[in-house]
């Protein structure tokens, strides 16, 4: 069926790089998605890729699809207070329905 | 260009009461979503709309969740009768034609006692 796992928490210094990663299982997705939700806010759009290819960059983030291993993984350079969220994975099924994951809680350190 | 709007922000009703919630997405959107997202977990789709047609109602509990969508604008989500566990936050989200992302709305935060 289709599934998609994330760790549940990820701290980091200010000023790191935060990597969050992502498996799911529908091979034949055509899009893959980060979102961002912060507390009591909707879901915002960060970042989409295609599945046809390996990276993509917009300012401090990068995508990363690995779709041998079916592996995602979105990393924010220069983390800042900010960017403290839940993020979520999602992917878009062979049904075109958006599956997502349960989420990745990021908490910043000063 | 206005986001999509929901309302009520909050509801907090008893078990067996029935409750509905209102959906506007934005303006030219044919595409219209229901999510149920449940604490600590991602959003879970209930319904797709297409205009005024279903597309997806395979996730919706239909002996007491319904929506509609009737002139293909605007959407209301009901549950008759509330359970527990339909304490959640219910998304809405709309998509253009062609265009691959969704808007989500801030959603109605729904506690079941």
Redesign the interface.
């Known amino acids: 069926g289709e599934d998609?796992e994330q760790s549940l928490f990820l701290s980091v210094r200010e000023g790191d790089s935060s990597v969050i990663n992502c498996t799911y299982t529908d091979s034949s997705s055509t899009?893959l998605y980060w979102y961002k939700q912060e507390p009591?806010?909707?879901?915002?759009?960060l970042t989409?890729i295609f599945s046809n290819m390996d990276m993509k960059q917009d300012q401090r983030l990068t995508v990363l699809l690995n779709k041998k291993d079916k592996h995602l993984s979105l990393r924010i350079a220069d983390t800042q207070t900010g960017d403290s969220a839940i993020y979520?994975c999602?992917e878009?099924s062979s049904?075109s329905?958006?599956i997502?994951?349960?989420?990745t809680r990021l908490s910043i350190r000063p | 260009e206005a986001g999509v709007a929901q309302s009520p922000r909050y509801k907090i009703i008893e078990k067996r009461q029935s409750v509905a919630f209102w959906c506007n997405p934005i303006s030219g959107h044919a595409t219209l979503y229901w999510y149920q997202q449940i604490l600590g977990q991602g959003p879970k789709l209930l319904i797709q709309f297409q205009n005024n047609g279903v597309v997806d109602d395979s996730q919706l509990p239909k002996d007491r969740f319904s929506a509609e969508r009737l002139k293909g604008v605007d959407s209301t989500l009901k549950i008759q009768p509330a359970k527990l566990e339909d304490s959640a936050v219910y998304l809405c989200a709309s998509r253009a034609p062609g265009d691959n992302e969704q808007f989500f709305g801030p959603g109605t935060r729904l506690t079941v006692l």
Not at chain 1, 40 to 45: E, K, Y
Not at chain 1, 100 to 103: D, P, Q, Y
């Open positions: 998609v899009y009591g806010a909707g879901l915002q759009l989409y979520f999602a878009c049904a329905k958006i997502f994951g349960s989420g």
